[in-house]
């Protein structure tokens, strides 16, 4: 391999791996009205982490469970704050414009959930698409 090869490798990965950083950041930052939801039971802030086509589903209490966004929104407005709620990112992949992320919570309205988000980048904003999940049992 070329001195010039090896330069256009490099230089591609460095590019490539400041792009990923940066999108990392963005999503992180895209899901803190998720999460601070969850904290402070505002269903108005979590709404504007979601796409007006988001599809929410997962079980609660063992009961299969499938929800809009609006919907979604009234259930945090109605079940109120967790101000004890601990979460952690496990993960965030980005492939472009989509990205999936796990989000662990502990003491969310008593329950330990596990969160899988699919998101998608639109003019150059990231939102949810949509959310499956399981409430494991409460705590």
Request: proline letters at 2%; hydrophobic letters at 35%; glycine letters at 6%.
């Amino acid at each position: 391999m070329s001195n010039e090869s090896k330069k256009e490798i490099t230089k591609e990965t460095k590019v490539d791996e400041t792009y990923s950083f940066g999108e990392y950041k963005a999503i992180v930052e895209a899901l803190q009205p998720y999460i601070k939801s969850a904290n402070n039971g505002d269903g108005n802030l979590v709404r504007t982490a979601f796409y007006d086509h988001a599809h929410i589903v997962g079980s609660l209490d063992g009961t299969f469970r499938e929800l809009d966004a609006d919907s979604f929104k009234e259930f945090i407005n109605k079940n109120g704050e967790s101000p004890k709620v601990e979460h952690h990112i496990a993960w965030i992949d980005i492939s472009g414009p989509a990205a999936a992320a796990k989000i662990e919570f502990i003491n969310w309205l008593g329950f330990r959930f596990t969160d899988y988000l699919v998101l998608y980048k639109k003019n150059g904003k990231w939102k949810i698409s949509s959310k499956v999940y399981n409430a494991h049992a409460r705590n």
